[in-house]
């Protein structure tokens, strides 16, 4: 009796593994289009920087070289479209700007704008990236203009030329 109904389960396994859809893509994500969408390519690029995040752990804070002068530390995440932290081969550009108020555009006078950092050789790249926090970490000199906020952008231009951007109030210390 037993051996008749583990016979039965076996044969039956297969119609179940069919009708449950074991081969069937799960949602439309999955589906190949006409456009090549399930070719490797594709695939990867869902993996590449999707959008850029600004964490709220940037601060200005005082330089320990020139009391008059200060850095900004800057935190910056990318995530891909799984919105997932990653690393990335590119370009960083920071941007820092009067903050008006109140204003449907914060984003006043452009006070800085620091030399572009190229992460594009693995060398560069790992000097910014810290992977206990899974983001890059900048430090921007900097020199009060006596404003007590600004609009700090930050932007990443990737290697197939698609710029993303992010931007973030900073209050100065007291």
């Not at 590449?48 to 900004?72: F, Q, V, W, Y």
């Not at 903050?99 to 449907?104: F, G, I, L, Y």
């Amino acid at each position: 009796m037993r051996l008749r109904i583990v016979s039965l389960i076996a044969s039956a396994l297969p119609c179940i593994f069919v009708l449950a859809g074991c081969n069937q893509p799960q949602n439309a994500e999955d589906t190949p289009s006409e456009a090549g969408e399930g070719s490797d390519a594709s695939v990867y690029t869902r993996y590449a920087p999707a959008k850029i995040h600004i964490l709220p752990l940037t601060d200005m804070g005082g330089s320990g070289d020139a009391p008059d002068r200060s850095e900004i530390h800057v935190y910056v995440s990318l995530l891909d479209a799984f919105n997932c932290q990653t690393k990335a081969p590119g370009t960083f550009r920071f941007e820092l700007y009067e903050h008006v108020q109140p204003s449907a555009e914060p984003k006043g006078k452009r006070l800085v704008i620091w030399p572009d950092f190229e992460l594009i050789a693995p060398a560069e790249n790992n000097q910014y990236w810290h992977d206990f926090l899974r983001t890059y970490w900048f430090d921007l000199d900097f020199e009060p203009q006596g404003d007590d906020a600004y609009v700090l952008q930050a932007t990443f231009l990737t290697l197939r030329g698609r710029r993303l951007s992010d931007e973030i109030i900073l209050k100065a210390h007291e």
